[in-house]
């Protein structure tokens, strides 16, 4: 059985061979060819061929195609800050959006053509040509609020939701309509699915009211764009209390991919009897815990996770969020390890 056999029956909520395996590979890849961060985002042979040797020598199941957080919002002009060690970011002292005057700024732009953007559709091109009849590719799109928040600043767009939500709201039409184009664009290049980044559908940033207000009917519109194009929607948050019951309602995801519980479920156990038959969960291993902890206490959670997760199908071993760049790549084969081994699925 190939990974995309393998990932296939899992979306279906059947159980394959074992249980299929992602720690998100993005960014730690570039150390198989020895480069640094900035040479990593605006290099795309060497990005694409990165994560292609990293994919085979971990052996992961999937490929996404995460960069970073600033991709769509340095189309329209956001200045955007590259270091060796560090991923891509806005300037935060030399925001885009300075004003609410300035959301004019924000018009519906071809991402076919814009620097960025179209850089992120031939990655897809690549490594779907490279690896996309063994193992599912995964077009990664920020969400609206998302791109609106990397030109504008996080305080400053809560605060215009109030202030100016007319001005702000055009904008995020006009983005939603770009991100369509995006999302189509990365289809065609050969994504079977695209995960939409929705940042601000959990407990810690927004209310579900106001995230449903502002941005649910936005996302919707994006997941059947997706949906019409024949490719699959899956969800990325790794926020705390994501959302999950508002954002299923909005764009029946297949998939999510998840660092923390919904704020309606305390345990694995409860997620899956509440969720388990609506989506499929991508997780739930925390990144960051990986810096400090032991082989044995990865290889617990693993078998944890698995145990609580995986009856049935429905779930894929994985990160809540991107595989620490500073880790070498021995936890992510311990964790695929117990997926090829404490992970199978009994005949």
């Not at 993005?26 to 042979?45: A, C, F, H, P, R």
């Not at 340095?74 to 609410?100: C, F, I, T």
């Not at 009897?273 to 739930?284: A, L, P, R, S, V």
């Not at 044995?296 to 969020?321: P, S």
Request: charged share 25%; proline share 5%.
């Amino acid at each position: 059985m190939n990974s995309i056999e393998r990932v296939t029956m899992a979306l279906n909520h059947q159980e394959p061979d074992r249980v299929p395996v992602y720690p998100l590979i993005n960014s730690v890849s570039m150390q198989t060819l020895g480069i640094d961060y900035e040479e990593w985002s605006k290099d795309v042979d060497k990005c694409a061929e990165s994560i292609i040797r990293a994919t085979d020598e971990i052996g992961v199941d999937a490929i996404c195609t995460l960069i970073d957080l600033s991709v769509e919002a340095a189309d329209w002009g956001q200045k955007v800050v590259y270091s060796p060690k560090n991923a891509a970011h806005p300037d935060m002292d030399d925001r885009l959006l300075k004003s609410e005057e300035d959301y004019d700024k924000v018009e519906i732009i071809n991402p076919r053509e814009t620097p960025r953007m179209s850089e992120h559709i031939e990655l897809a091109k690549k490594l779907y040509e490279a690896r996309g009849q063994e193992k599912p590719i995964i077009g990664f799109v920020f969400g609206p609020l998302g791109v609106l928040s990397m030109m504008r600043g996080q305080e400053q767009m809560f605060y215009d939701m109030i202030k100016c939500p007319d001005k702000m709201n055009q904008a995020l039409h006009n983005i939603t309509e770009t991100l369509k184009e995006f999302a189509i664009a990365l289809i065609e290049s050969g994504c079977h699915a695209i995960m939409f980044d929705t940042l601000y559908s959990s407990k810690t940033i927004l209310s579900p009211k106001m995230w449903d207000k502002v941005e649910g009917p936005l996302v919707e519109e994006l997941a059947q764009t997706v949906r019409d194009h024949g490719a699959m929607v899956m969800v990325h948050n790794c926020g705390e209390g994501l959302y999950m019951k508002e954002q299923i309602k909005r764009m029946q995801p297949v998939a999510f991919s998840l660092d923390h519980f919904p704020p309606d479920c305390k345990t694995m156990e409860e997620m899956k009897e509440k969720y388990g038959d609506q989506t499929t969960f991508i997780g739930m291993i925390e990144p960051g815990w990986l810096l400090a902890a032991t082989e044995d206490q990865v290889r617990e959670e693993c078998r944890n996770q698995i145990d609580g997760l995986a009856k049935g199908g429905g779930f894929i071993l994985a990160t809540g969020c991107e595989y620490p760049s500073a880790l070498n790549f021995d936890m992510a084969k311990l964790i695929v390890e117990e997926a090829q081994n404490y992970g199978k699925y009994q005949k």
